[in-house]
């Protein structure tokens, strides 16, 4: 098993930054990626950006967020979510999430509220 918990959230000006924090315990073997999701009520989870640590780092972004977000991880188990320049638009719960290598089954945080007012 692999619990994701994340922190990080809070209110924050437009063109302000935020630095959201994922921290993975358990058993990390059984996952070589993380990645960002985030939710606005009333729409489906979107993909923010994604990391992964099998071999290669390799990091990839939503397009929405390309230039001002950064994903980087800092140790062994914990995976930050730099977010620059924010947006109104980027108000959401972010959440952190993987999958196990081995087996069909997501592992999910319980997200952190980030919200940027105008």
């Known amino acids: 098993q692999v619990q994701l918990v994340e922190s990080g959230g809070g209110l924050v000006q437009a063109g302000g930054s935020r630095r959201l924090i994922c921290v993975v315990s358990?058993?990390?073997?059984?996952?070589?990626?993380i990645d960002w999701y985030r939710q606005v009520p009333e729409k489906e989870r979107e993909f923010v950006a994604a990391?992964?640590?099998?071999?290669?780092?390799?990091t990839n972004y939503a397009q929405s967020v390309m230039g001002r977000f950064a994903i980087s991880r800092d140790n062994w188990n914990t995976i930050t979510l730099q977010m620059d320049n924010l947006k109104p638009e980027d108000t959401a719960t972010y959440y952190c999430?993987?999958?196990?290598?081995?087996?069909?089954?997501?592992?999910w945080g319980l997200g952190t509220q980030v919200t940027v007012s105008s």
């Open positions: 358990g058993d990390q073997r059984r996952i070589d990626f």
């Open positions: 990391i992964t640590f099998g071999g290669v780092t390799i």
């Open positions: 999430h993987s999958k196990d290598r081995n087996f069909d089954e997501n592992y």
